[in-house]
């Protein structure tokens, strides 16, 4: 199941991406991950190309970072943000799938996966494309969620139960990191790094993550089995308590480096 990314999701994500939760996120993902210059990095699912940017500007004017996205309208989008950020000499993006990369065997010193295996039925055969292109000691950073961690202040807690399993049907990996450790290990990669990094907002304003998921959340749900009616109380309920600061947002994401042996 790939995941659709029309021109108003594509415009949603550049908000959210940019709001404080999302922009510390990738500040702890990159510092583990640790990009030296020099270095060859792949971001696959790569989105509007934040995350290729910042690594863009982590390996510098002699590294390279090649993204990948399913979407043309991502592709387009990072591409659009790639030209702004003046860093065409150092970061490329192509359309591409995770499970047949397309990219030669040993290429890249690191590969980064945001929030990407969620969408793909094949995990274990993107993940051993992931291995497949990484260099000797190269590795592999993953950043998923499990979205039994999701928790928003709600006056129903019945109907918020249903709306996340409807919203959860969407994925098809809505449990992944718990899993991830073993399928690492199984795609010949060693586990050298994990922990879980915590969104907590206090605020859902449009330009903060949880609000910008407000919206998409109640459409997926009155997709997945949850009535419109259901799906519209729970949005309306969330937005009132936006609005008048009685407002609570959590969520855990998970963060994996492993490394491909280096004999």
């Known amino acids: 199941m790939a995941a659709k990314f029309g021109a108003r999701e594509v415009a949603r994500l550049e908000v959210v991406y940019a709001s404080p939760a999302i922009s510390g996120q990738r500040a702890r993902m990159r510092a583990v991950l640790g990009a030296r210059p ?10 509007p190309a934040f995350l290729a940017c910042e ?8 590294g390279r970072i090649v993204g990948i996205d399913e979407s043309p309208e991502m592709v387009e989008a990072a591409r659009a943000r790639i030209a702004r950020e003046g860093l065409g000499d150092r970061v490329e993006v192509q359309p591409g799938d995770a499970t047949r990369l397309g990219l030669p065997e040993a290429t890249f010193d690191f590969v980064t996966a945001v929030q990407v295996y969620l969408y793909v039925p094949d995990i274990e055969g993107a993940l051993a494309e992931a291995a497949r292109v990484l260099r000797p000691g190269g590795r592999l950073a993953v950043l998923d969620t499990d979205w039994d961690s999701c928790v928003w202040l709600t006056d129903d807690r019945a109907r918020h ?4 399993e409807a919203r959860s ?16 290990e199984r795609a010949g990669l060693s586990l050298a790094h994990a922990e879980g990094i915590p969104l907590l907002e206090l605020s859902g304003g449009p330009d903060t993550f949880s609000g910008g998921l407000i919206g998409s959340t109640a459409d997926l749900a009155a997709r997945h089995g949850v009535s419109r009616a259901d799906a519209e109380a729970w949005r309306t309920d969330l937005q009132a308590r936006a609005s008048r600061g009685d407002y609570f947002f959590s969520l855990t994401r998970f963060l994996f480096v492993a490394r491909r042996s280096p004999g």
């Open 38 to 47: 020099g270095e060859r990095g792949l971001d696959i699912g790569c989105g």
């Open 55 to 62: 690594l863009g500007r982590d390996v510098g004017a002699e």
């Open 169 to 184: 049907a969407y994925f098809a990996q809505p449990h992944l990191p718990p899993r991830l450790p073993v399928l690492l």
């Open 161 to 164: 139960r249903r709306m996340m």
